[in-house]
């Protein structure tokens, strides 16, 4: 994910905050205020803005303004300590607000919450030309509110509308069906495919024994490739709200899925230390890079 980071521009050899942050191998391109009005518009590209207001609040208020006058459109999320959070303001126009002292995987699921809100909501605006787009799901809404069920969105990676295949060759959906929560029915990542229908799941033509967790965990993380989750995350989405066993129970669905998806494939989830679980599309696509 690409962050560009606004802070003062006499903090800029400052610590980044949240200091977490750094922790999470994201793109952080790290700028003082005063730069942002003369800075070409093309260079503050981002997935989202991270506004650094710890020592000077003036910054909150007005950076959504001075953004908007760049024609820089992407979530902001403003940093603050304990004290700043007194001032906040609706009025500030931004997406969030984070405290200096938030650990990683609360920065990791804001900065994700942030980002996917702004993607639903532009490609829920009326259309521009520009084809394959649909808006938010019920599911994903549920999930972005923080209710039960993180289903996949038509318009995430790898499952716009649409025929043919994306560039990295997962397949894209248009006429395929869709499940009551708006999930595709068949999901093909790779050489990975998952049909619902027939409750089947194979792997270059090799079927996967999974039983019936197994293979709805293997399908969430497929339908949301590369990106992190929280154990508690993963168990809200897979197990429900009505489960009240421990994390630990996804440690160990993963650890069988990891192991059926045989070694070749077995790093296709990564453990993100002290946040969760990432899949990678890229290691099912091409699994010689797993193996390098």
Not at 87 to 116: H, Y
Not at 172 to 201: H, K, Q, S
Request: glycine share 10%; proline share 4%; hydrophobic share 40%.
């Amino acid at each position: 994910m690409r962050i560009l980071h606004i802070c003062p521009t006499d903090r800029l050899e400052a610590p980044i905050a949240p200091e977490s942050l750094q922790y999470l191998g994201h793109h952080i391109d790290r700028r003082g205020a005063d730069e942002i009005t003369h800075a070409h518009r093309e260079s503050l590209t981002a997935d989202v803005v991270i506004a650094d207001a710890c020592l000077d609040l003036s910054l909150a208020p007005r950076i959504a303004e001075v953004l908007t006058a760049r024609k820089v459109t992407a979530p902001i999320i403003v940093v603050l300590g304990e004290g700043g959070l007194a001032t906040a303001s609706a009025k500030w126009n931004v997406s969030d607000l984070i405290l200096t002292t938030a650990g990683p995987a609360e920065v990791e699921a804001r900065l994700r919450v942030a980002r996917d809100r702004h993607l639903d909501a532009q490609r829920s605006a009326p259309p521009t030309g520009r084809q394959g787009w649909a808006g938010p799901t019920a599911a994903e809404n549920r999930r972005l509110s923080g209710n039960r069920g993180f289903s996949g969105s038509r318009g995430s990676a790898g499952y716009a509308g649409g025929s043919g295949t994306n560039r990295t060759g997962r397949r894209r959906y248009g006429d395929d069906p869709w499940n009551a929560d708006g999930e595709p029915l068949v999901v093909v990542t790779g050489t990975l495919r998952i049909d619902e229908t027939a409750f089947t799941a194979d792997l270059g033509g090799r079927s996967l024994d999974l039983t019936y967790r197994e293979f709805a965990l293997l399908k969430f993380f497929a339908m949301h490739p590369e990106r992190v989750f929280t154990r508690d995350e993963i168990l809200l989405a897979v197990w429900g709200e009505d489960y009240f066993g421990g994390t630990r129970t996804v440690d160990v669905h993963v650890r069988r899925l990891r192991a059926k998806l045989g070694k070749d494939l077995e790093n296709a989830i990564h453990t993100v230390r002290n946040v969760g679980y990432r899949f990678s599309a890229d290691s099912v696509t091409e699994p010689e890079d797993v193996k390098a």
